[in-house]
């Protein structure tokens, strides 16, 4: 609570004082000290304290917060006027049966969602309550982190974790700078380097720090992890000295000190205003498609409901209008009564009437369905194949609420470093004018030992190459950023020196940096260190060299190259320069050019991420115009970024091309395997990630995201710097409408062969401007509907440089296009908690870079491969467990209500249940709950194997198939036609005035009990005849429901009850089952409801059946043992192009293979002896021959069909 007044505090200091210019910026006073007399006024503003709140409910307003989010279900609001109606007039049930199961659903939902939000709490805690140092009067003091205020003065150790926004003060390093990971904001696990205060880097000390007297002036906390926009006061003896502040100042919360002792930092932004808080979601309430198609259905029940009571009302007083039918003499009415007024007395019969018709609305079926989902989750809690023995962790579910959602995915949105990869980055080779070198294989030209498995892909360089390849390796031993960290801890006890040698280690803000000096290492160049601007190589004659280094041109993602600039021991200087080949090739003038870029495109058709080196030497006259050159753009205020781009553009030419390199980001196992099972299942994959452009690329080659085919349609900075953005959009708008004719691609494109793919990539500067709301004098409104029409033709998109929040922000501008697709968005680091709340499904893995994303999802997996699993088989089974479910209960319902609505017409129209009130209640609760709950568990139509073998199955149910309104329609209509052969079945063996043996008639009790035995039994062998799995469970629960039933009948109606009033049902049940033609009535009329169901489907399955069906079939025909057969593609309805047609033997045999699969794969399956004349089957799988088989199988070896689509 504490936190929405400090909340309310800062806006009303923020909105309601005087000055102006407070809303743009504020002021923070360095340890609360006031700033010199004269200087400026001393106004201190309230800031939020450091507390972080995820939760949604307080202790306080939990009841009636959760009590107005579930009576918003229209549901259980119906229930509630119900159940109110039935407690304020006399009705013909009890209020007990519908008011109970309302509290137990309400009840059971209100303590799962309660649970959930307090573990959010625990959470929260967790992090509020762990320990900050903070200097005060020159001593460090503990404190917890919720106490920590803007201004005060942060100490953080080595590995500690910043606990809120701070400018970095001084540092424990010389030269002030300071190194950080951010793997948690963005997902980089790399070194970030961060810069002090340069008036305040050489204060090292607590007493030293305290006595700092300065102010920042900065902007309010905005969310743009990347921007930052501030100064500092210092006040020394006379002037205070102002600096700028900029993001390389500035620490975000949630990052972690790296390679650096301790720092002193101070706070400026915290708690919810923190810039990683800011790029949190608000956690709502999500919702599944099949939960909104339950409402829908629940509407069309409710006008079916309402007019059943008003037909009613209304022909009850035309009935009634005739005096001599107004009321029998014995059920004279009270005068009171007769004095009311028509329109209350029409009402009244109204609620009445809507009180017994009203079970035709399923509340149970809420409760089932809670049930449902809360314990069908623990299937994917109990997989084994979900387990990940490295990490020990299983698969976890968050929110039980969506589980059917995972079998309805249409996009997929995924982060890349840390879920698709490993983020480990390992040098493969190197190329030297068109000379290979592979680490410890081929060196030099010679083989090295453990080669001899290898491609020979080298020839020995001449002598003159000699020196070629030794400047290259020395390119790349000077060309980087790479910090060396000595003295690592072995067993707590540091080791500087091991065997003679320092143990060091690199660390740097780029891992391809690393692996690329480490591939050196192995290549026989060793960087050693930086040290007094100079840096040292160990070269293959164990002698160190030395080079001045002069200049660095930082690598940035428009220039896609970084260069250095150093000066040899013998005087030397050279410009050493690597980057992309893109950005490389142009700039060169000599070198062999065509060997390297022939190597460089066969890695990066490998998915290798590839750098291309080249080198200039400098006269000292070029030299000292390039340092004049450079000087003058660092010290521009006014368009610095441009004028060092213009300063290194006239710097980095001439050059002369050495080689290229070749670095692997490993993916994680089965990455690729995954998302191309995600394309043939039919959902569209794309990649968000606040990586490079180049790096992301390579990863979407490697994982087959994009495929040697794909055209890259690019969308950056770049591009768009050249053509303006609304140009670029048209350009590629005509591009791909071209080529698919101005048709939009459905979402089967990924596998048509026959047109285009292609792949687009964005980053996040262009996505804001796509994203910009439209001027009203520009006509940019359409933009976001460009973009969306070039992103749906696409097979793949790859958006890099992405902010946290703007990850979100194309998760809902996708959510809200006009298909309304269902969205999954799956990543593991604190940077994809906003994607993950704001997708219809969020998964988060169980990575490296924390717990935040796997707190905050609905699912958490222990690694990107077991989403296959989750989506393909899970996901599948419950979207058609819960579907089955949700048409049975309402086609039981109507089974059950419409005899009782046909009975008002032989009644008077009087109110009279047809059924007795222990029937009514418990026939929903009791005698037909359990078999459909345990069916919506354990029901599995298709083999599980062949779900995961065969991705495409998952496409038969896309879009909410199995509850589209036809066949919600037809589920309705069986249920009416069942309601009307029951009761006019019962009715005319009753016209005919039925005796039991002792000469007794039948009375109205005894006609309900028929209809109502009929009725259970009916709706119950319904349900097994849609069973394919069938276990000792199934039987024993549905057999065991129908026992139940008789069981409870006799002892009901065979005993007098002393705790009863009445007990109208007395001997009925027993008196009934006595008759013989009771008997016959029964057998006949559940014959006469399930025949329509049966002959329809015996009719479909033979003429037009699905892929599920056919697949069912021939998994019956071979007993269970289909999963043994791979090419389930033969099984597919064939398509329009007959592209399953018989063909000769040797068509049959020729390779066919999956664009999606690798050309060489063994695909495996048995011939049989002769083809088994079977319709249904003939079709179904290809047969080698006609002859009987022998006791051995034959292999067939060929790569499998393509999936007709």
Known sequence: ?????????????????????????????????????????????????????SSKYTFWNFVPKNMFEQFRRVANFYFLIIFLVQLIIDTPTSPITSGLPLFFVITVTAIKQGYEDWLRHKA???????????????????????????????????????????????????????????????????????????????????????????????????????????????????????RPLGSENLLLRGATLKNTEYIYAVAIYTGMETKMALNYQSKTQKRSAVEKSMNAYLMVYLCILISKALINTVLKYVWQA????????????????????????????????????????????????????????????????????????????????????????????????????????EFIECCVDGHVYVPHAICNGQVMPGATSMDMIDTSPGPGAREHEELFFRALCLCHTVQVKEEETVDGIKQGIHQGKSTSFYISSSPDEVALVEGMKRLGFTYLRLKDSHMEILNREDEIERFQLLEVLTFDSVRRRMSVIVRSSTGELYLFCKGADSSIFPRVVSGKVDQVKARVEHNAVEGLRTLCVAYRPLSPEQYQEVCHLLNGAKLALQDRDKRLAEAYDIIEKDLILLGATAVEDRLQEKAADTI???????????????????????????????????????????????????????????????????MTRDSFSGLSGDCTDYGLIIDGATLSAVMRPAQEDSNSGNYKEIFLEICRNCSAVLCCRMAPLQ???????????????????????????????????????????????????????????????????????????????????????????????????????????????????????SFTSLPILLYSLIEQHINMDILRKDPSLYRDIAKNSLLRWPIFIYWTILGVYDAFVMFFGCYFLFDNTTFTSNGQMFGNWTFGTLVFTVLVFTVTFKLALDTHYWTW?????????????????????????????????????????????????????????????????????????????????????????????TPLASLHAPSKAGSLRRGSGNQRNAPNPRRSEP?????????????????????????????RHSKQGHAYSGAGPETSV
């Open 1033 to 1125: 469970i199934n039987h024993f629960v549905i057999w065991g429901s129908l026992i139940f039933f008789v069981v409870f009948s006799l002892l009901w109606g065979g005993i007098i009850w002393p705790f009863l009033n009445y007990q109208r049902m007395y001997y009925v049940f027993m008196q009934m089952l006595s008759s013989g033609p009771a008997w016959l009535s029964i057998i006949l009329l559940i014959t006469a409801s399930l025949l329509p169901d049966v002959v329809k489907k015996v009719i479909c399955r033979t003429l037009w059946p699905t892929t599920t069906e056919r697949i069912q079939n021939a998994d019956k025909l071979y007993e269970g043992q289909l999963s043994e057969f």
């Open 124 to 242: 929260d805690n967790s992090v509020n309550q762990c320990p900050v140092h903070v200097v005060q009067h020159g001593k460090v003091v503990r404190k917890q982190s919720r106490k920590l205020r803007v201004g005060d003065v942060v100490s953080v150790k080595e590995n500690e974790t910043f606990p809120c926004d701070l400018i970095l003060l001084s540092s424990s390093r010389d030269d002030g700078t300071c190194f950080v990971t951010t793997a948690s904001l963005d997902g980089e696990s790399s070194h970030k380097t961060y810069y002090a205060v340069q008036d305040t880097r050489a204060y090292n000390t607590e007493n030293e720090v305290d006595s700092i007297h300065a102010t920042i002036e900065c902007e309010q906390p905005q969310p743009d992890l990347y921007k930052f926009v501030g100064r500092i006061n210092v006040y020394m003896d006379s002037e205070p000295v102002a």
């Open 322 to 425: 005739d005096p001599n039918r107004d009321e029998p003499w014995y059920n004279d009415r009270t005068e009171a009564e007769r004095q009311r007024h028509i329109v209350i007395r029409a009402f009244t019969d109204f609620l009445a009437f809507m009180v017994l018709f009203n079970y035709i609305i399923p509340v149970s079926m809420y409760v089932t369905v809670e049930m449902q989902k809360f314990l069908g989750s623990y299937f994917i809690m109990w997989d084994d194949e979900m387990f990940d023995e490295e990490l020990g962790e299983r698969a976890v579910v968050n929110t039980s609420d969506l589980n059917e959602e995972l079998g309805q995915v249409e996009y997929v949105f995924t982060d890349k470093t840390g879920t698709l990869t490993e983020n480990n980055m």
């Open 1159 to 1187: 050309f060489t794969k063994k695909i495996m399956f048995t011939r049989w002896q002769r083809t088994p004349d079977y319709s249904t089957f003939a079709p179904l799988l290809r047969f080698a021959d006609g002859s």
């Open 807 to 925: 990850k979100a922000q194309i998760v809902k501008l996708i959510k809200a296009s006009k298909e309304h697709p269902i969205t999954l968005a799956i990543g593991d680091g604190a940077n994809d908690v906003s994607m993950i709340l704001e997708a219809h499904v969020g998964i988060g893995i169980m990575g490296k870079e924390g717990r935040q994303a796997a707190r905050n999802s609905d699912y958490a997996i222990p690694k990107f491969k077991h989403l296959k699993k989750i989506l393909l088989v899970h996901g599948h089974y419950y979207y058609i467990r819960i579907s089955e479910l949700v048409q049975y209960f309402f086609y039981k319902n109507v089974c059950f209500i419409f005899p009782q609505f046909l009975y008002q017409f032989f009644c008077g129209f009087s109110q009279q249940p047809l059924y007795d009130t222990a029937y009514l209640t418990l026939y929903n609760i």
């Open 676 to 742: 191309e099972s995600l394309h043939q299942a039919g959902m569209k994959v794309w990649v968000l990630t606040g990586d490079k452009m180049e790096t992301a690329a390579a990863t979407c080659y490697a994982s087959k995201l994009f495929r040697r085919n794909t055209q890259i349609l690019e969308l950056t900075t770049k591009r768009t710097e050249e053509q303006s953005l609304h140009d670029v959009l048209f350009d590629l708008s005509r591009t791909v409408l071209r080529q698919h004719g101005g």
């Open 1 to 53: 609570m504490g936190m929405d007044f400090s909340t309310l505090r800062t806006l009303i200091s923020r909105y309601c004082v005087g000055e102006e210019n407070w809303v743009d910026s504020r002021t923070i006073y360095i340890g609360h000290k006031e700033p010199p007399p004269g200087a400026e006024a001393f106004i201190q503003q309230r800031f939020p304290d450091n507390r972080i709140v």
